[in-house]
């Protein structure tokens, strides 16, 4: 695998159930991020990660729990979800560290989640 | 604040013809300056950044943007469109005065349509 990737692809789920998104960065980089995007909607930054450490959570709600157990994998737990969460989850990578320099954010194919 | 402004949520031109979309930054200091592309159920796609190295900036796909310091601008051309090119485009900017700010600021995005 290269890249960033994301499982599933395609998730529907109701209101009551528990889920996970995968996100999996094969790029040596130290920084993760969650986005989410809605239809006709601004890309939202939701959860920054460097060196395994949340640097960033942009008034997310408690119902998306990010876990990120090392610099390669990084998780989105979903609980009691509502309708309006409905959207494309994007994962990216950065090289991060804090260091100078462009940082370009390579992103995964996302998660089409979709509640019920 | 830093902010990026996309001028035009649908642009729409024909094949063959010349492809302008606009953005517009606000910034005391020039930032890191990026194009992406999102193709219709996948993830961002880097086009091309802007690093201070060259004003004019070529990217994949044919696709070039200046930056115009005086202008605050960094606008995405390409001499010729294809029906290829149908996506959605964002732009996004990084601040240099802050290194270990490495989030990206993002525009709305602009969908190219593109007509036969």
């Known amino acids: 695998e290269t890249g960033v990737t994301q499982t599933p692809r395609h998730l529907v789920m109701g209101m009551t159930n528990k889920k996970s998104l995968k996100c999996e960065q094969h790029?040596?980089?130290?920084?993760m991020y969650w986005y989410k995007q809605s239809a006709k909607k601004p890309l939202e930054l939701m959860f920054v990660?460097?060196?395994?450490?949340?640097?960033e959570n942009n008034s997310v709600p408690s119902r998306f729990s990010p876990e990120c157990p090392n610099s390669s994998h990084l998780f989105l737990h979903l609980h009691t979800l509502q309708p309006e969460d409905s959207a494309l989850y994007l994962c990216?990578?950065?090289?991060?560290?804090?260091?100078?320099?462009?940082?370009?954010?390579?992103f995964g194919p996302g998660t089409r989640l979709t509640v019920l | 604040a830093q902010s990026v402004t996309q001028l035009g949520s649908h642009v729409s031109v024909s094949e063959g013809a010349l492809v302008l979309l606009r953005c517009n930054y606000s910034?005391?200091?020039?930032?890191?300056l990026f194009w992406y592309v999102q193709y219709p159920n996948q993830g961002l796609q880097l086009l091309l950044k802007?690093?201070?190295?060259a004003t004019l900036v070529k990217g994949i796909n044919g696709f070039e943007a200046e930056f115009k310091k005086s202008e605050t601008s960094f606008h995405l051309t390409k001499p010729s469109a294809h029906m290829s090119d149908a996506a959605e485009y964002f732009c996004?900017?990084?601040?240099?005065?802050?290194?270990?700010?490495?989030?990206?600021?993002w525009g709305a995005g602009t969908k190219l349509i593109i007509k036969p």
């Open positions: 996004a900017v990084r601040s240099r005065e802050m290194d270990s700010n490495y989030q990206l600021i």
């Open positions: 790029l040596g980089h130290n920084a």
């Open positions: 990660y460097n060196f395994k450490e949340q640097t």
């Open positions: 910034s005391s200091v020039p930032p890191y």
């Open positions: 990216a990578s950065s090289p991060g560290g804090g260091g100078k320099g462009s940082n370009e954010q390579f």
């Open positions: 802007y690093t201070s190295a």
